[in-house]
């Protein structure tokens, strides 16, 4: 089981970018899902979460207000909406999944993760 993202490229700054999250299979059911990103040069960072059951959302204080993380749960996929772009939010992009939402927004260490796809904010 692996999970899929997509959605990323090249974007004016000011644009906006949608990206999907879907898993191969159905064993993540019920599990937080959410998106990391890694700048060149700079540590992996959190940037958004959401409760797969409650809905609850989790963001990184630099996205607030230009991103919005959601999920389909009939069709197992999590969207994260990005806009206002800023060439900062370059990066790549991880969809990954943990047992809570914890493990994601302060441990950093979500069981399992996605391949990355690429955002590039030009200026």
């Known amino acids: 089981v692996q999970l899929q993202a997509s959605g990323g490229g090249l974007v004016q700054a000011g644009g906006s970018l949608r990206l999907s999250c879907q898993p191969s299979?159905?064993?993540?059911?019920?599990?937080?899902r959410g998106w990391f990103r890694q700048s060149p040069g700079k540590e992996r960072e959190f940037v958004a979460c959401?409760?797969?059951?409650?809905?609850?959302?989790y963001y990184e204080d630099s996205v607030k207000g230009r991103f919005t993380i959601s999920r389909n749960k009939a069709e197992n996929i999590v969207y994260l909406q990005m806009n206002s772009l800023k060439p900062e939010d370059t990066a790549v992009y991880y969809c990954a999944s943990a047992f809570t939402a914890h493990q994601m927004v302060v441990d950093g260490t979500p069981e399992f993760w996605g391949q990355g796809t690429l955002v590039t904010v030009s200026s």
């Open positions: 299979g159905r064993a993540y059911e019920n599990y937080a």
């Open positions: 959401i409760g797969w059951s409650s809905g609850t959302t």
